[in-house]
């Protein structure tokens, strides 16, 4: 194959371009002539001459090889290739790293990318570099394998320009080296590393104009390693810090960022002595007029130094004087100094900022004025001081303050590497290299030629090593090959430090006494002028030119010379030295060995003789010699290169600039990577892969499955002729560039030819059956139109013929009509004639009628006015006489008033009044207070009303429609009205109008009743569908929300308890290490051997509540619920009452034959005031009241909850057995009622008593039944609450009322009916009324009685004491009646207590039985665990001993279901149940057996009522468990083994606590096996962490086996075979790693199958031994999600496989696990939504992606996040030529869409998925229906030391 046959009309090539760099054009001709015609993509025409085939323009990539990840895997490898092929992934795909053969290129995307979090570090952990898509991890990763692997240390070297992000590189390969190999010792070394980064870029980064945070010094940190590879500490070397920065600075610059930082604090009091304020007052700060960063905040970053300051072990004491250093050189900035005339120079003595400087720094400020302005010279013995001028005093200055600076960041870095230092000598280290980039700018000088001969030895030593690897590759390969020539840069390396060369000049230059940097370049032009690589400019003499590696660059020789002597006066050292700050001293007192100097000091006097020689190193030999040692180190390690290149000049995001590109690519070195791989074979193919690619170019014959290398080189035979092309490896085909390309066009036409012969015949299939179809369809359509003309002709003869006849019919018509028209109209006539005489005769009867009633009125109004006058005159008359006769009877009262027996009348009437008037006003208050009372209810009714009202308006409303057609009724009959009057005579019209109303009306009103009622259906069915939609929705959003909140909770829980046991088990390791370090053999307790349960402990401990809190604990458990301290076990027999109760007039004795009590009460004889009766009637009156609350209460409660709800029932049962209690408490009291009647015949006062007291029991009786019967109709309504809910739901009611949709639907349907109620409101508004009235009745009644009351009172006062005896009577049987309520109270209590005693007294009989002491019949039958007469079991006989013996009878034993054992058998028993059982026994065993076994022992330690016996015994459970899964933690069958019988004791001890709430499934038995000593709920929250703990463990086994099968299974493996057509791959292909070479552990073909097999086996596992469907389902849950994490994240980072094809192989993969739950019947529980995000994203690959398709594609992708839907779509690469690529406005039409949903997705910005998460786990109770007493000991189980009760 020639050159020219690539150069045909379509090729792409490249054309220069001095804007773009490089441009694309089109062929529009073959290449012939020496001619090249090309086209630009915006139309422009240019043809270029070639003077030979070598000058033709370079060829473009296929469309296919665009945008890879190795820019060596391009076919065409040149500078336009590189370029363009960094744009398409920058800009197109937003992806900043790219590898170039063993090169990362990294370009600043000037914004925040999520690429850096845990989950990215974890997913590129144990990755090869070319596995995943490029970036800073996987190079870190390669060297830290390498490091594993090859037992070498390595290193990493990250180059660029400033801005270009060489920092931030190194910064996240050094967290990436702290995150995977963290520190195993306690001092956090890797916190301390990434802690020292805010500190190094506070004093040594700066804004620059090419970058806000720019490193003004270059760096080496090593990482060390232990032999376990764990980071043991870092050390940090320094190189070339820019101290001339801290004294000026350039336009748009700022100083280092310390100062500014300590600018921001000033206002703190804490910084107040240094006396700082805005940066702007200072001459060091305010040169380059750029005060702040934007997006930067000064103050916040002091507070982050200041921290990591503390954390690398700086006192705040020395911090402070480091503050005070740093202002210091602020203020030494600030000095003024004055030109004192001639060669003389001053400072004013109030210069404040003097006083400031020497008061920070703690020296004399007369001193420091002085030897600013003169210095001292030595001649011979004499000592001379000499003014310096003004210039000289300023440079002096500013000396001053750099060499302050710089010995205080060397005093930093050397504290930071004494924090840093490992204790040892470390194994390995790692060395990560931030170091500055090639510079060249318009005027260089000493900085730009130390920067640019560093660079210079890196590229030599970059060249070298990349020459190496290639040369490695083709010796491994067996293929022959030629030396590949490369640039060597050593002649220029020669020229700058070899002898004579410029440092050495240099240095000679500057022992000069008068050396000046003009006489410096003279030399240089005349020794220099023999290298080839140094130039003198035409038009300057003094610059220099130097042909560096990537450009040439001139040197100004001004300022070499001064910097590189840094020279500083030996005066001011010596001050400095005297300084009282203890940090000043010591900065400047420093040992040379220590810490050598780079400033060389002007001595004073001869130099002294120990003075080393190292102390007069000039700044350039210094940095020769450390960069010298910096490259012993790199070629004693193993380098990888990261080289930082900075896309634009105005740090916009992802903005690339072509032309400062390609300068830096130029200058990296990358393009010389590109020409040596190109210059040998650089396109590297696998055999199989090539085959799979290529096998289309060959036949059927050619293919020897054996033999892939004989098949392929019959492919390539037939391809390419020319052998130099191409060569044969061991394992790989090597192709020269632009071979591939070749092959994909030969590729491509192979593929369009068959595509083209596919094509040809679909269309003519396709066309065939369309002619077909068209024939077939003609003759169809003739038939039917040919019946259709026949069936028109005699469709129109038939019209035709009726017409004729409708004409004669409609004539005939007419005539008719219009006859009977003229007969209507005559009529008519005649009608309105007779009518009008007929009005007229009837007007004239009118007025004659009205005239005559006109008369009679007027006559009888005469009449009545002459009566009225008369009468007025009589009226008069009589008056008068009556007036006369007063006057008369006046006078004679008058006399008669004045005598004294009249007022003796009066006064005994008034006393009476107001007496009556006192007594009216008592009751009128009481009536007032009962009518307020009833006023507020009225309140409460009106308001209730008003609801009413507010209802009956809304039916108002609905009723409009009713009067519309009202008024339209009332319109009409008022026409009907008005043409009645008119038309009175046509009586016939009339009686048939009135017909027709009636009709309509009686239509109109069944319409209006018809539509009425619809629309209050409509209306009630709207309201309820409204009401229910309301109350789901709210009802769903609760639930969510509780669901939620509930699982955030238990999630961090169980995050804490396994940050516990990590914990917990990492002390272990230590103190066992400990251990073995002190050499002591003695067994020593851990914290896992000692208990955490013990209850001598008396610290509180918080825990977390098991499931029974969410069950509702019932009124009157709190004494037995209540809890005192974790692990603590509380014996309830143990609680007693208050029992200081007055007893001192009872006596009390227990019968033997019968369980009734005599009490005997002493009446005292002494008398009480009438007084009582009154109290009696309050204490009745608070009963009532009492009464009343209790009964609301009820009636408030049975409302609130459900009659279903477990509480209710619970409730229910509860109030059975209190009727019963209060049943037998009320037969008690009749026993003692009769028996103190009995005691006291002759009483008649007693008697009366009994009578009232048998009274009041009635009435209590009637009350009880009323309230009974308000229940009943409660519990008729829950039950027609319940036929809804049956009819609704069937059988499964419990769910519903589980879930509290019982109650929601109750509510609904109140609501729904809630106009029907208002006939039954009116009603309850009527028995209300009732009810007020029937209490105004009773409350006179009571007045009267109060009446009645007060005049007794009144009697009893005024009455003798003879005449007393009935009152006292009545007033002793109140106070009998009193005494008889408070001894009622008293038997109560005293009856509760004999109950608790009687509990007391049988369980320590039986203690004291098991003990073996003798004791009498009567105490072994109080201690019989039977209950009842003990002598029905056993009979006693006493010895002559005195020893008991039981006499067993021959009766059938029935079993309590416990096992009896010793306490000193304990750790026997857990040996075998736990230490010793093996899983292989445990499956021939019954599911849970030890755990029974377990809890049958705990109940019989719960039976004696022995504490210490059951604490031991679950102390060694729960020690035992941890002790088995700490040493068998890596066996699965012993850790689910062990989950599922903690899970069964934990479900054990809930199933019998004697908790209500878990006693719902219980039989009988079961519930009298409950627990009855102790309230075991602590230890069931310690069984439950520990089942957490070992789920997680579990979780952790299944996971570690089934990662390495998630990426072969899921996305490697093909049902077809090479369906997805590998692409070429370069030097970082997949196998082609140089740090790891490692085959997958699984072939992908048999991933899949080994996958499903290891999720069976886990499933039988979890099956075999018992686990919970439950629990079971969370597993595969959470391992279902870590398969879709993982994978997900893989294919996220891997750009290979982001294609259709693969999409559908994925898919395809992802139906097998749906299929697998499908069978083991998990796909109901929603574990296969798990694999949602896996899912979506292969569907995204398959999808169609046009513009029509983003609505679907966004609604398609909700699982996923937007960045990983955005992430795919840059990734996604067609797999052929065919397929176009997705277009860049396509993905921004994707990104604006999903911005909407972006905005409440905070949780998912970032990109990969957490492959760390874990779902909360819960343990739903399981309660047992294996009955204890069924339980045997099987053989397998040496457990006879164990005997069954």
Request: hydrophobic share 35%.
């Given at each position: ?22 441009r ?6 073959d ?6 015609t ?44 590189v ?10 795909q937003?992806?900043?790293?790219t ?10 995307p000037?914004?925040?990318?999520p ?5 990215t ?8 570099m ?61 916190k301390k ?6 500190i ?7 804004k620059?104009?090419r970058?806000?945070?720019s ?10 390693f232990?032999?376990?590879y ?10 070339l ?9 350039a336009p748009e ?19 107040s002595?240094?006396?700082l ?6 001459h060091?700060?305010n ?6 960063i934007?997006?930067?905040d000064?103050?916040?970053d002091?507070?982050?130094t200041?921290?990591?300051l503390?954390l ?8 402070n ?5 740093l202002?210091?050189?602020l ?13 003389a ?20 400020a007369s ?17 001379f001081t ?9 440079f002096?200055?500013?000396?001053l303050?750099?060499?302050i600076?710089?010995?205080?960041f ?6 930071i590497n004494k ?10 280290f ?8 090639f510079?060249?700018f ?11 001969y560093?660079n ?5 030593q970059?060249?070298?090593?990349v ?36 440092l050495?000049?240099l ?20 020794k ?10 035409r038009?300057?003499?003094t610059s220099?030119?130097i ?7 001139g ?10 002597r840094?020279?500083?006066?030996e ?8 300084s ?21 000091v ?6 002294p003789a120990?003075?080393?020689?190292q ?31 900075k896309p634009?000049?105005?740090?916009m995001?992802?903005?690339f600039?072509?032309?400062?590109a390609?300068q ?7 393009l010389?990577t ?32 054996n ?11 037939n ?31 192979r ?6 012969m ?12 369309r ?5 077939n ?6 038939k ?32 008719r ?15 309105h004639?007779?009518?009008c005489?007929?009005?007229q005769k009837?007007q ?8 005559i009633v ?41 006399i ?10 009066l006064?005994?009437g ?8 006192q007594?009216k ?6 009536e007032n ?7 507020e209810?009225i ?32 319109e ?5 009205e ?5 038309k009175?005579?046509v009586?016939t ?10 009709e ?10 018809r539509?009425t ?6 209306q ?16 769903e ?8 909140e ?11 308890l ?5 914990l ?10 400990l ?6 053999n003695?067994h ?7 208990s ?11 825990l977390?509540?098991?499931d029974a809190?969410?069950?509702s604990s019932?009124?009157?458990d ?20 208050d ?33 009582l009766?009154l109290?009696?009637?309050?204490k ?13 209460q009820i009636?408030?409660?049975e ?6 709800d ?17 049943a037998?408490l009320?037969d ?6 009769k028996?103190?009647?009995?005691s ?13 007291f ?9 009350r ?17 609450l ?16 589980e879930?509290?949709?019982l109650v929601l ?12 109620l ?7 508004k009527?028995?209300?009324h009732?009810?007020e009235t ?17 005049k ?28 008889n309520l408070?001894l009622?109270?008293q038997v ?10 009687k ?27 039977y ?6 079991m056993?009979d006693?006989?006493?010895?002559n ?12 034993r ?11 058998e ?12 093996k ?12 755990a ?6 705990i109940?019989?330690t ?8 059951v604490?031991?015994?679950l ?5 035992g ?16 083994l062990w ?20 006693q719902a499934e219980?039989t009988?038995k079961?519930n ?32 570690e086996k ?6 072969p ?10 369906l ?5 791959g ?10 790891r ?12 199958d080994?996958?499903l ?20 389902t ?5 391992i ?14 891997r750009?290979d ?10 898919r395809?993969?992802?139906s ?6 499908r ?18 994203a ?6 169609r992606?046009s ?7 966004c609604?398609?992708?909700?699982k ?9 779509l840059?990734?996604y690469t ?9 277009p ?11 911005q ?5 997705e905070q ?12 779902f ?19 053989d397998?189980?040496?457990l006879?030391m164990?005997?069954?009760?």
């Amino acid at each position: 194959m020639s050159v020219r046959e690539l150069y045909v009309k379509g090729a792409h090539v490249w054309i220069p371009d001095r804007e773009q760099v490089w441009r694309c054009a089109q062929l529009t001709q073959d290449y012939k002539n020496h001619l090249v015609t090309v086209t630009f993509e915006d139309g422009q025409t240019q043809e270029i001459k070639v003077k030979s085939d070598e000058e033709l323009p370079p060829l473009r990539n296929p469309e296919i090889l665009i945008g890879e990840n190795d820019l060596t895997s391009l076919s065409y490898l040149h500078e336009p290739a590189v370029l363009y092929n960094l744009q398409v992934r920058f800009c197109n795909q937003n992806a900043i790293y790219t590898y170039c053969g063993i090169v990362l290129v990294a370009i600043n995307p000037y914004e925040e990318l999520p690429i850096y979090g845990p989950d990215t570090i974890s997913a590129y952990r144990g990755h090869s570099m070319g596995d995943l898509d490029p970036h800073i991890f996987a190079v870190a990763e390669e060297a830290f394998t390498q490091m594993e692997r090859d037992n070498r240390d390595q290193s990493i070297i990250v180059s660029g320009e400033s801005g270009a992000g060489k920092t931030v590189s190194a910064k996240y390969a050094m967290r990436y080296f702290a995150s995977v190999g963290g520190s195993d010792s306690e001092t956090q070394i890797e916190k301390k590393i990434l802690a020292s980064n805010p500190i190094m870029e506070a004093i040594g980064n700066a804004k620059t104009t090419r970058n806000d945070n720019s490193s003004r010094f270059g760096k080496y940190i090593e990482l060390d390693f232990t032999r376990s590879y764990s980071i043991m500490g870092a050390n940090m070397r320094t190189y070339l810090l820019e101290k001339s920065r801290v004294v000026f600075q350039a336009p748009e610059e700022r100083n280092y960022h310390i100062f500014y930082q300590l600018c921001s604090a000033a206002s703190d009091k804490k910084y107040s002595h240094l006396r700082l304020g805005h940066q702007d007052n200072f001459h060091y700060l305010n040169q380059g007029s750029s005060p702040s960063i934007e997006g930067v905040d000064d103050g916040a970053d002091f507070i982050e130094t200041c921290k990591a300051l503390s954390l690398l072990g700086i006192s705040e004491a020395t911090q402070n004087q480091m503050f005070r250093i740093l202002a210091g050189i602020l203020h030494l900035g600030n000095i003024v100094i004055q030109d004192n005339g001639g060669d003389a120079s001053t400072i004013d003595k109030g210069d404040e900022s003097l006083a400031i400087v020497a008061e920070l720094l703690g020296i004399s400020a007369s001193e420091l004025k002085m030897w600013l302005c003169h210095r001292k010279i030595t001649s011979g013995r004499e000592v001379f001081t000499k003014p310096v001028t003004l210039s000289e005093a300023t440079f002096s200055r500013d000396a001053l303050a750099k060499h302050i600076y710089a010995k205080l960041f060397d005093w930093i870095v050397k504290e930071i590497n004494k924090c840093f230092a490992a204790p040892t000598k470390p194994f390995r280290f790692i060395g990560v290299l931030d170091i500055y980039g090639f510079e060249t700018f318009e005027i260089n000088s000493f900085e730009q030629f130390c920067i640019n001969y560093a660079n210079e030895k890196l590229q030599q030593q970059f060249n070298q090593h990349v020459f190496k690897l290639e040369q490695e590759e083709y010796v491994k390969e067996q293929i022959e090959w030629e030396f590949i020539n490369f640039y060597d840069n050593q002649p220029c390396i020669d020229l700058i430090e070899s002898k004579l060369g410029i440092l050495d000049l240099l240095d000679e230059e500057c022992r000069m006494p008068k050396g000046s940097d003009q006489s410096w370049v003279e030399k240089l032009y005349d020794k220099c002028k023999k290298w080839d690589h140094f130039s003198k400019p035409r038009l300057s003499n003094t610059s220099f030119l130097i042909a560096h590696f990537a450009d040439k660059v001139g040197y100004e020789c001004a300022g070499f010379l001064e910097k590189n002597r840094d020279t500083v006066s030996e005066e001011q050292i010596n001050l400095l030295k005297s300084s009282q700050i203890s940090l000043v001293h010591a900065l400047f007192t420093e040992k040379a060995q220590v810490a050598p100097t780079k400033v060389k000091v002007l001595p004073t006097g001869p130099s002294p003789a120990h003075s080393s020689k190292q102390m007069r190193k000039s700044v350039g030999s210094q940095f020769r010699d450390s960069l010298n040692l910096l490259m012993l180190t790199l070629n004693s390690t193993t380098p990888h290169y990261v080289r930082c290149i900075k896309p634009n000049d105005d740090k916009m995001a992802f903005t690339f600039d072509p032309t400062r590109a390609i300068q830096q690519l130029r200058a990296c070195g990358v393009l010389e990577t590109v020409r040596i791989s190109a210059a040998g074979y650089p396109s590297r193919w696998t055999y199989h892969e090539f085959f799979c690619r290529y096998r289309v170019l060959c036949t059927s014959r050619d293919i020897v499955r054996n033999d892939m290398r004989l098949t392929c080189e019959k492919i390539i035979a037939n391809m390419i002729t020319d052998e130099d092309k191409f060569k044969f490896g061991r394992t790989k085909i090597f192709f020269r560039a632009g071979q591939v390309a070749y092959m994909e066009k030969l590729r491509a036409d192979r593929l369009s030819a068959c595509g083209i012969m596919i094509q040809k015949n679909v269309r003519m299939y396709i066309h065939r059956n369309r002619f077909r179809r068209m024939r077939n369809s003609a003759i169809v359509i003739q038939k039917y139109a040919r019946g259709m003309a026949s069936r028109r002709l005699a469709h129109h003869m038939r019209q035709t013929a009726a017409a004729i006849k409708i004409q004669a019919c409609v004539r005939g018509w007419v005539k008719r009509v219009q006859y009977r028209r003229l007969v209507y109209t005559i009529t008519r006539l005649q009608a309105h004639a007779r009518g009008c005489w007929a009005r007229q005769k009837y007007q004239h009867m009118r007025r004659d009628r009205a005239a005559i009633v006109i008369q009679k009125n007027v006559r009888q109004w005469l009449t009545r006015r002459r009566y009225l006058r008369a009468m007025r005159g009589f009226v008069i008359v009589q008056g008068l006489v009556r007036c006369f006769l007063a006057r008369r009877q006046l006078k004679k009262l008058k006399i008669e008033a004045k005598s004294i027996e009249h007022q003796k009348k009066l006064n005994k009437g008034l006393e009476n009044k107001i007496i009556s008037l006192q007594q009216k006003l008592t009751e009128m208050k009481n009536e007032n207070s009962f009518i307020s009372s009833y006023k507020e209810e009225i309140t409460v009714l009106k308001t209730r009303v008003t609801d009413l009202k507010g209802v009956e308006k809304q039916l108002k409303a609905s009723n409009n429609q009713v009067s519309e057609l009202e008024a339209r009724i009332a319109e009409l009959t008022k026409e009907l009205e008005m043409e009645r009057g008119e038309k009175m005579d046509v009586l016939t019209q009339k009686e048939r109008a009135d017909k027709e109303n009636r009709e309509l009306i009686e239509k109109l009103n069944e319409e209006n009743v018809r539509l009425t009622k619809e629309l209050s259906d409509a209306q009630k069915e709207e309201t309820k569908r409204e009401s229910e939609e309301y109350l789901r929705r709210k009802f769903e959003a609760e639930k969510q929300q509780l669901i939620l909140e509930n699982t955030d909770e238990k999630s961090g829980y169980q995050r804490l308890l396994k940050e516990f046991n990590r914990l917990e088990q990492k002390n272990e390791h230590l103190e066992e290490e400990l251990a073995k370090f002190k050499g002591g053999n003695a067994h020593k307790r851990t914290a896992s051997n000692v208990s955490n349960l013990s209850g001598a402990s008396d610290a509180p401990t918080e825990l977390v509540h098991d499931d029974a809190s969410e069950f509702s604990s019932f009124p009157g458990d709190d004494d037995w619920m209540s809890d005192i301290g974790y692990g603590s076990v509380r014996s309830r027999s143990s609680e007693m009452s208050d029992s200081n109760r007055n007893l001192d007039n009872i006596e009390w004795s227990s019968q033997k034959t019968g369980d009734t009590s005599e009490i005997k009460i002493q009446v005292p004889q002494k008398m009480e005031d009438i007084t009582l009766v009154l109290q009696l009637q309050n204490k009745v009156r608070e009963l009532e009241k009492e009464r009343r609350n209790l009964s609301k209460q009820i009636d408030h409660l049975e409302s609130s909850s459900p009659p279903d709800d477990p509480q209710h029932a619970q409730e229910l049962i509860r109030l059975q057995e209190l009727e019963m209690e209060n049943a037998k408490l009320k037969d008690d009291l009749n026993r003692l009622r009769k028996s103190i009647a009995d005691s006291e015949p002759q009483n008649n006062r007693v008697q009366e008593f009994m009578r009232q007291f048998e009274a009041l029991q009635d009435e209590l009786e009637r009350r009880r039944e009323e309230c009974i019967q308000l229940r009943t109709v409660l519990a008729n309504r829950a039950h027609d609450l319940r036929s809804v809910t049956q009819t609704s739901y069937g059988k499964d009611v419990d769910i519903v009322n589980e879930d509290g949709e019982l109650v929601l639907a109750y509510q609904t349907q109140k609501q729904v009916n809630r106009r029907q109620l208002e006939d039954e409101l009116k009603k309850e508004k009527q028995r209300l009324h009732e009810t007020e009235t029937d209490y105004k009745g009773e409350l006179e009644r009571l007045r009267r009685d109060n009446e009645r009351q007060q005049k007794l009172l009144a009697q009893n006062l005024c009455k003798s004491d003879a005449t007393n005896s009935e009152t006292l009577l009545q007033s002793e049987i109140m106070r009998l009646t009193s005494e008889n309520l408070n001894l009622q109270g008293q038997v109560d209590n005293l009856t509760e207590q004999l109950k608790k005693y009687k509990r007391s007294l049988r369980a320590y009989a039986k203690k004291l039985k098991e003990a073996g002491g003798s004791s009498s019949k009567r105490s072994s039958a109080q201690g019989s665990p039977y209950g009842g007469d003990p002598t029905d079991m056993l009979d006693v006989n006493t010895t002559n001993e005195g020893e008991v013996l039981p006499i067993i009878r021959k009766k059938e034993r029935e079993y309590m279901g416990m096992f009896e054992y010793d306490r000193r058998e304990e750790m026997q028993i857990i040996r075998v149940l736990v230490y010793e059982l093996k899983p292989r026994v445990a499956v021939t065993l019954l599911p849970g057996l030890p755990a029974y076994i377990l809890f049958m022992c705990i109940r019989h330690t719960d039976h004696i009522n022995d504490d210490e016996k059951v604490r031991s015994l679950l102390n060694n459970i729960v020690n035992g468990v941890k002790r088995v899964i700490k040493k068998r933690h890596e066996d699965l069958d012993s850790t689910v083994l062990w989950l599922s019988n903690v899970l069964r004791l934990l479900h054990n001890l809930k199933q019998y606590s004697g908790d209500k709430a878990f006693q719902a499934e219980n039989t009988v038995k079961q519930n009298e096996q409950s627990l009855k000593n102790f309230d075991l709920s602590e230890y069931r929250q310690v069984l439950s962490d520990i089942a957490v703990w070992i789920y997680n463990g579990v979780i952790k086994l299944m996971e570690e086996k089934v990662q390495p099968l998630i990426v072969p299974s899921i996305l490697e493996h093909e049902a077809i075979a090479g369906l997805s057509g590998n692409k070429p791959g370069g030097m970082r292909g997949r196998t082609g790693s140089v740090a790891r070479e490692l085959e997958s552990p699984v072939e992908p073909q048999k991933a899949l199958d080994l996958l499903l097999k290891e999720m069976t086996q886990f499933y039988r596992t979890l099956a075999m031994f018992g686990t919970d469907p439950e629990l079971i389902t969370q597993v595969f849950r959470q391992i279902f999600y870590f398969i879709c994490a993982g994978s997900l994240n893989n294919l996220l980072l891997r750009k290979d496989m982001c294609h259709w094809s693969k999409g559908m192989q994925i898919r395809y993969n992802l139906s097998h696990l749906e299929q697998w739950t499908r069978d083991m019947r998990l796909h109901e529980s929603g574990v296969t939504d798990t694999l949602a995000p896996i899912i979506q994203a292969a569907q995204l690959l398959q999808a169609r992606k046009s513009d029509d398709d983003v609505h679907s594609i966004c609604d398609m992708c909700d699982k996923l996040s937007v960045s990983q839907i955005i992430k795919i779509l840059n990734l996604y690469t067609p797999a052929d030529e065919f397929e176009d690529r997705v277009p860049i406005s396509f993905i921004h039409k994707i990104q604006a869409k999903l911005q909407e949903r972006a905005e409440g997705e905070q949780a998912q910005a970032t990109l990969l998925m957490n492959t760390k998460f874990a779902f909360p786990v819960r343990f739903p109770f399981n309660p047992s229906s294996i009955h204890l007493e069924d339980i045997e000991l099987p053989d397998a189980l040496p457990l006879t030391m164990l005997k069954k009760v």
